[in-house]
């Protein structure tokens, strides 16, 4: 079994129970999960292969709840620029319509090399449409090769215009065909083991996309087979009224009914919900992928990400989709999260003269959204933290680099106030993805010059 000794680094932030951070710190691995945490000086003084990371700072690597590898392909097309979420989904649904399976096997690599490249060890995709013979196998193909954790969510649209939904017919599937691939994913692909680097979920898209009997399916099957369910929730005021008009509830009393609250279960944006929804979400165990930078790419709102915590929710975070976001740096993510929380305080009124025992967002809080949040939020206990049994995914940055200088009295608050970076080395179950801040499973320079042709194909082929 293949050791890995990884020592003498500045700052080792473990995200453990204890929250330490062990100055001059390492971990022992052995077969990709973590054996030992601790000065160096207590760990083994040998392995296989060692990681001197002197001058630089250890975390756990970031887990990422909640994205679209495919929307790569369309960032910042310029009819989609300045649309809210339903008008941007009606100008990209025809252009996505023209995927094929070698676009979404370079879109996945493109999103998964960005986010190895933010400190990214586990990524949750949200693939919803199948266009000309795609599946999600295509993902779980490029996945692989990149080194990456994946939750691969079985997505679904059933509910076409014609039958009262947002999405074309175009691009919806019949529902028995959905369920009857769903099942195929979870049997072939899905691994309930620790450390496991595919896991299957099914994701029917949204309330506007899918209809309440596919949502009441999806939700017996995924529970037989011990596999969990995500979907977009209370993204924006259109939906809200969508719900209203089609199902005669809101958004968080429609879940109930289509029996989709429970441990099981996370939401994508939750930003419109009032305050017995977000008791209704703590009540039952559910999650809340929180995606700031869409949220204010598409002007849906902000999420009370604070009250949520306050509540005990679970909360991780998402870059989201590549094309509501335009990049996928997840470090850069919690840096945005950290700073819209606290405009949201100040929007209400915050104030620590008329109430001291109010805080605003730490940058470690935010950090843990990243980590122990988003590991919660994915019902995964074999990530999200840096101790003996977990999985040895981290992630470390150099600390002599310009962007923080000035700042290295407190190192770890410095990687979210500064301006984010990449990463210098992303290890993934023992095993390098980036190694001196270049990526080690793809060529980096090959794969952007395929992902611009078929960026380029889809929007001139109209």
Known sequence: ????????????????????????????????????????????????????????????????THHHFYQTLTRVVPAAQDANLFNWLKTLYPIWARMTPAD?????????????????????????????GSRLDDEIAAARETGVRIQASRGSMSLGESKGGLPPDSVVDS???????????????????????VQIVLAPCSPFSVTGELMKQSAKLAREYGVHLHT????????????LQKFGYRPVPYMQSVDWLGQDVWFAHAVHVNNDELQTFAKHGCGVAHCPSSNM??????????????????????????????????????????????????????????DPNRKLMTARTALELATRGG??????????SLEAGKCADFFAVRLDALDYAGALHDPVSAVVFCQPRRTDYTVVGGKFVVKQGQLVTVDEHKLVVKHNQAAKRLLESR
Do not use: W
Not at 330 to 341: C, G, N, P
């Open 297 to 354: 790419r598409l002007a849906s709102g902000i999420a009370p990400v604070k009250e949520y915590l306050a509540a005990g929710v679970k909360v991780g975070l998402g870059v989201d989709g590549s094309a509501s976001n335009d990049g996928s740096h997840l470090l850069a993510e919690v840096r945005q999260a950290m700073l819209l929380a606290r405009l949201k305080e100040g929007i209400t009124g915050f104030s620590l003269s008329n």
């Open 1 to 64: 079994m293949p050791t890995l000794l990884v020592r003498n680094a500045t700052i080792l932030v473990t995200m453990d129970d204890r929250r330490r951070e062990i100055t001059d710190g390492g971990l022992y691995v052995r077969d990709g999960f973590i054996e030992k945490v601790g000065p160096t000086a207590e760990l083994p003084a040998s392995a296989d292969e060692v990681l001197d990371l002197a001058g630089h700072l250890l975390l756990p690597g970031l887990v990422n």
């Open 104 to 132: 979404i096997f370079i879109s996945t690599q493109t999103a998964l090399a960005e986010l190895a490249l933010s400190g990214c060890t586990t990524a949750s995709d949200h693939l919803y449409l199948f266009p000309n």
């Open 375 to 384: 590991a919660a939020v994915l019902g995964r206990s074999d990530i999200g």
């Open 175 to 197: 529902e028995a065909n959905i369920l009857r691939d769903s099942q195929r994913l979870i049997e072939t692909y899905h691994d309930p083991k620790p450390g496991a680097f």
């Open 232 to 243: 977009h929730l209370a993204e924006t005021e259109d939906e809200q009224a969508f719900c």
